[in-house]
């Protein structure tokens, strides 16, 4: 079946300082990839999203590019801020007749001190 | 625009109880989307509709579970007989078709704690 391994946290850094959430993905034929972040207190909200090898989504200053010989889609900022606080997921979808569902990974959550 | 809405937003109930669960998906959006957020489990999908088609029930995790749509837009999750372990957080999603590259928009979500 379809499964998304997401590098569990929790990630503390400073301000600034650069950030990395590994995922990886396992699907049967090319899944689209997405990215989603919950602020606290907030819902679910779409960061960014690939659909097809080497495309690159990018949001807010994060980027991840879907790597289709390792199967990953790391998410990757240059400078975090303390406003980058929140609990990210990686997700994939299943591709074929079952593409409405969405596989998500475990969440990181992300805490950046001033 | 109005984002997706669900109701209650908590809802406490006791053990052996019915509950129902509502969402109001994107106006126009033809695809809806049930998951489930807990401590144990993360989020777990568990029932998908798409226009008139046959919904896509396999994430339904007993026969306790069940959910309908109407008129192609609001849903209605309903828990029969709820159990502890069904505490958690509901979360509905729409988005605009059912297509693999398509962004689902979440909405707020129910908080069911089961005493």
């Known amino acids: 079946g379809n499964s998304v391994t997401q590098m569990e946290g929790p990630v503390t850094l400073s301000e600034e300082a650069f950030l990395t959430i590994n995922c990886t993905y396992t699907a049967t034929g090319y899944p689209s990839l997405f990215w989603y972040v919950q602020y606290p207190g907030e819902g679910l909200q779409l960061l960014l999203k690939?659909?097809?090898?080497?495309d690159k989504g990018s949001n807010k200053g994060f980027e991840a590019t879907y790597r289709k010989e390792t199967t990953s889609f790391h998410l990757e900022k240059g400078s975090v801020q303390v406003s980058d606080s929140a609990v990210y997921f990686c997700?994939?979808?299943?591709?074929?007749?079952?593409?409405?569902?969405?596989?998500f990974g475990q969440g990181t959550i992300l805490t950046v001190h001033p | 625009g109005a984002g997706v809405s669900q109701s209650p937003s908590n809802k406490v109930t006791e053990k052996g109880k019915d509950v129902e669960l509502r969402c109001d998906p994107i106006?126009?959006?033809?695809?809806l989307y049930w998951y489930r957020q807990s401590l144990g489990q993360g989020l777990e999908f568990l029932i998908y509709?798409?226009?008139?088609?046959?919904?896509?029930k396999s994430g339904l995790p007993s026969d306790r579970f069940s959910a309908e749509r109407t008129g192609g837009s609001v849903s209605t999750l309903t828990i029969q007989r709820t159990q502890q372990e069904d505490s958690a957080v509901y979360l509905c999603a729409s988005s605009l078709g059912g297509r693999w590259a398509d962004t689902q928009y979440f909405g707020p979500g129910t908080r069911l704690t089961v005493l």
């Open positions: 997700a994939g979808n299943a591709g074929g007749t079952s593409y409405g569902k969405l596989t």
């Open positions: 509709f798409q226009g008139n088609s046959a919904p896509d």
């Open positions: 106006s126009g959006h033809t695809a």
């Open positions: 690939a659909t097809k090898a080497d």
